[in-house]
């Protein structure tokens, strides 16, 4: 069973990437990563450290609270 926060942080991933336009491959090199690394945290695969969750807010253009969503558990 995956983790929510793992989840919710993959959802926010794609979803901010996709609203950018941005490959998975652009962003792993925009951030200096590996682009499976980036579907591997999109899938809540991996659990990242957070200076990965810094080079991906730099590599989106957007404050590292955006990369967590608040999830309304009474849905």
């Known amino acids: 069973m995956k ?3 793992l989840e919710s942080f993959g959802h926010a991933v794609r979803d901010l990437r996709s609203q950018k ?3 998975q491959e652009e962003l792993a090199y925009k951030a200096g990563l590996h682009r499976t690394y980036i579907g591997m945290i999109e899938r809540a695969e991996k659990n990242i450290t957070l200076l990965n969750i810094q080079k991906i807010a730099s590599a989106l253009s957007v404050e590292i609270t955006n990369l967590f969503y608040v999830q309304d558990k009474s849905k």
């Open 3 to 5: 983790d929510s926060i």
């Open 21 to 23: 336009n941005m490959t």
